[in-house]
């Protein structure tokens, strides 16, 4: 359903396309809804998005939260709800939480809602959907499409050209997210997202990542490292560290090379894999600041 996928560069020329063409979907729309990975809530999103959303109300849905802490999640949605937006979990593969998308919409634009039904009308409300590469944005579209009783048809003069999606509770969705950029520039922010998956592993240093990635589950969650792969996780001393501890789970798993040496890209693969995948748990990289909405 997208025109584009994970592989975007965005080099600035791209990003100012991209932005206009943002722009100029918002103002078709009364809310938006912005997709963000439950897991790094701050780093999949687009610092932008305020600004450019500026003025419509904000549905912010906390995906994959099937594989993020579910007492991070709740802190996260009330750090957004302290900043006037609406927030849900969701699940977008299993469907879990799609039902509570239209009445949240709903509640937060009731007053556009009392206002057009003074006036007698009773008008679709209108949403978009905004994130980053690899969030959800097609798997949310395309589970509330099938929910739909119709492909809304195109409405020359109103819509022009868009194809809209018609949700339940009376709502009209564009069928073609917004994908913005993450902020790459920030390491911590890169590594982030490249434990989740959102960078493409082919640009990357996977050994690099896997070792960065062992170090943050070594301090956090030593006992999920130490009951998945049978080995000693803590105290872990430095880079040195973290690279002994991967070719520990290298050995656990028999991944050799000739010569009995471990081979230790597959085992930061494994890794990678395995924790992206939800298999050691679930976890939250990032908490909202402590002491409500920033
Ligand atoms: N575990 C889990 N995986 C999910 C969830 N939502 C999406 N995914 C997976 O995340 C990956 C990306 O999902 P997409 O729906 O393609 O994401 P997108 O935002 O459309 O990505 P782009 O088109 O690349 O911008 C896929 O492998 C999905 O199966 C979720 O709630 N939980
Ligand atoms: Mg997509």
């Given amino acids: ?55 419509k109300k904000r549905l912010v849905v906390l995906n994959k939260s099937d594989l993020s802490d579910p007492a991070a999640n709740r802190r996260w949605m009330r750090h957004f709800e302290g900043l006037g937006c609406a927030a849900i979990e969701l699940n977008a593969l299993t469907g879990q939480g799609v039902g509570a998308i239209a009445p949240a919409l709903r509640r937060l634009l009731a007053e556009k809602v009392a206002r057009d039904r003074a006036r007698g009308m009773n008008k679709p409300l209108r949403a978009m959907v905004l994130g980053i590469p690899n969030v959800g944005k097609s798997s949310l579209i395309n589970r509330l499409a099938k929910g739909a ?15 809209w999606i018609r949700m339940a509770g009376n709502i009209d ?6 994908i913005l950029w993450p902020k790459f520039e920030d390491e911590q922010v890169a590594l982030h997202l490249a434990f989740t998956g959102a960078i493409k592993d082919d640009i990357m240093d996977l050994e690099e990542v896997a070792c960065k990635l062992l170090a943050w589950l070594a301090r956090q969650a030593p006992q999920a ?20 501890l991967l070719q520990d789970i290298g050995r656990a798993r028999n991944l050799l090379m000739a010569g009995g040496v471990v081979d230790s890209g597959r085992a930061a693969v494994v890794l990678l894999d395995e924790f992206r995948g939800g298999k050691l748990g679930r976890f939250t990289l990032e908490l909202p600041p402590a002491g409500g909405a920033s």
């Fill in 225 to 244: 490292l130490e009951a998945r792969y049978g080995v000693q996780a803590a105290p872990l001393e430095g880079a040195q560290g973290a690279h002994d």
């Fill in 1 to 55: 359903m997208d025109r584009q996928g994970p592989n975007i560069q965005w080099y600035p020329g791209h990003m100012t396309k991209t932005r206009r063409m943002i722009e100029a979907d918002l103002r078709l729309v009364d809310a938006v809804v912005e997709i963000i990975d439950a897991r790094i809530p701050e780093s999949s999103r687009n610092p932008m998005i305020p600004e450019l959303v500026r003025g």
């Fill in 149 to 163: 009783k119709a492909q809304v048809a195109d409405r020359p003069g109103v819509t022009r050209g868009k194809q």
């Fill in 173 to 178: 969705l564009l069928d073609t997210p917004g």
